[in-house]
């Protein structure tokens, strides 16, 4: 079974300084791993997303991950926050191994992005 | 501009009432899905369906029923049977199950008790 875990609840962090959302997974394959961010009141959006290749993926908004296979990790970063990142961030995963795999979503990272 | 839309916005459900939330795409998408969301326990797959006429239970797909009568369309009822049915819901699609694109999330319909 695959699972994501979102160590944290909420991360603070002041506005223009590095922010660092973390997320491990467990599959038995190889993974696809996807970051969503969520305004209230609102779907999740797309962010980025690991398939293969490069470890540091950049993908919308300035936002960064970096692909870690050893210790099974898929780490949101970005250099310098701005207030309008505050939002609901969800890692998702899905193994690649054969047929349908769902996709598996960790539980939200709510952060805050302090003036 | 190709997306998901989900009617009604909110939805206020009375005691052994069945509702169905509405959920659209235009992004020609094969693969379709249904998700509760409660604080604190992120997303829970109740529906998917792969391709018109056939769908399949999630994890948490008793209370509820879908339909898959057009690509475009994946309705979800929420019957009397689900008995604590006061949550976020959100739709998505993708490609097709097995793709490595992300899914395209609605707006999401929240639904309350009367």
């Known amino acids: 079974a695959q699972s994501v875990a979102q160590p944290e609840d909420q991360v603070n962090v002041a506005e223009g300084n590095p922010l660092t959302v973390k997320c491990t997974y467990s599959v038995s394959g190889n993974p696809y791993l996807f970051w969503y961010v969520q305004y209230p009141n609102r779907g999740l959006q797309f962010l980025l997303k690991y398939i293969t290749g490069d470890n540091l993926v950049k993908g919308s908004y300035g936002f960064e991950a970096e692909f870690n296979k050893s210790q099974t990790s898929f780490h949101l970063k970005k250099p310098s926050a701005l207030v309008s990142d505050s939002a609901l961030y969800f890692c998702a995963v899905r193994d690649v191994s054969g047929g349908y795999q769902k996709v598996t979503f960790g539980t939200g990272t709510k952060l805050q992005v302090i003036p | 501009d190709g997306g998901i839309t989900q009617s009604p916005k909110y939805l206020f459900r009375k005691e052994g009432q069945n509702v169905t939330l509405s959920c659209e795409q235009n992004?020609?998408?094969?693969?379709m899905y249904w998700y509760r969301q409660d604080p604190g326990q992120g997303l829970r797959l109740i529906y998917y369906s792969q391709i018109v006429n056939d769908f399949q239970k999630g994890d948490i797909a008793e209370g509820y029923s879908v339909s898959r009568e057009k690509k475009e369309s994946f309705p979800l009822t929420v019957t009397s049977a689900q008995k604590n049915p006061t949550a976020f819901y959100l739709c998505a699609s993708s490609p097709h199950t097995t793709s490595n694109q992300p899914q395209h999330f609605g707006d999401g319909t929240r639904l309350s008790i009367l």
């Open positions: 992004l020609n998408h094969d693969a």
